[in-house]
């Protein structure tokens, strides 16, 4: 991600002024290039893009416009709400909702051209009945459970509609999906298992033979042709994160989390830093402190496990990570650089949403949809450059 050296204090990102405590850098061209990357993959089948919580939390308003300039026309998102604000955003893509409507917000999705996904055989039925009632053919995605077992029909309810498709003839199907359980592991068995269950279930129901279909995430996009179908369905690695374990990242890092250097102070052997004394100095050194915090989506369980870079040089964390700051370690990075008014990397190529979720014991999906808005947000690339 470039770095410009210009204005403000020592070490600042572009778009920071003197005040400025932590930043977060979203390049959008980063985004833009991640979305050329799976076009690329996917070949001739287009791709939709998965912007739901706020687009991974990189900001949704910035994220679908730099995506629709690249091309993409279909979106989805989980919740009705996130639809509605889609729309704000983009007039006349395709959007789709992967929650299901009910008979109270049925409404509310085909006031906004909004296609919910149908999970269920009772959405199924209130859908049709609030087609009947607007006497439009309102489109919809249909969602085939093959072996996530949250949500979407069942292959019990497949049985159903195979003996008798009639509830779906009504009904103009603009997509049929399923999701993908362990596809970041290419040689797991259960995707090719899904794979034939999903065949199966659409040769066996002719509407469902008849739609569009969409089986691929991310991960899926990798897994090859017979995983693409008509549409793939990729969230995750547009935002960089790796679509595959055990390969190299083909994405671009899109993120970058920054703090300044609060203050540097000496401790001796035997002094403890931070809430519950849980960090016991054997050695003297020196601590730095930065403002970022659970608060910040920068989990607690990061504690005596995270680290930041301040230039090439790693400082880890040490002590409990608290609400709005963190100790680091900077007995080992000179001390021109470990300096109160300097910066510090929390997040960025050097140290990935991926690393990061993996030394807090989860993934980065939860590191980036947990960025805090407290950052203060810097949009790089895209259709416009700007702070907010
Ligand atoms: C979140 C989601 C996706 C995107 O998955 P990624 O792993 O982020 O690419 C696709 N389909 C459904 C149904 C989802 O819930």
Redesign the pocket.
Known sequence: MPRSDGAGPPGAPPGTDAGTGAVLTIDLDAVAANYRRLKQQLGSVPCAA?V?ADA?GLGAERVAPTLAACGCTTF?V?HLEEGIALRRVLADARIFV?IGPRADNAGAYSADHLMP?LNSPGEIETWASHVATRGAPLQAAL?IDTGMNR?GLTMRDIDRLAADPGPLERLPLALV?S?LVV?EQPAHPLNAEQLQRFRTARQRVPPLARAKASFA????VFLGPDYHFDLG??????YG?A?TDDRPNPMTQTVRLEARILQVRDVDAGESVGYGAAHLRLRPGRIATLPAGYADGYMRALSHRGRVFIGEYAAPIVGRVSMDLITVDVSDVPAHLAAPGNFATLIGPEMTPDQVGARAGTNG?EVLTQLSRRYHRNYIGGAATGSR
């Open positions: 998965v739901k991974y989805f989980a992967l996904t969602h949500l999906m999701h596809a995430n991310s991960s899926g369905r990729p969230g995750a690695a547009l994160l679509p999906y």
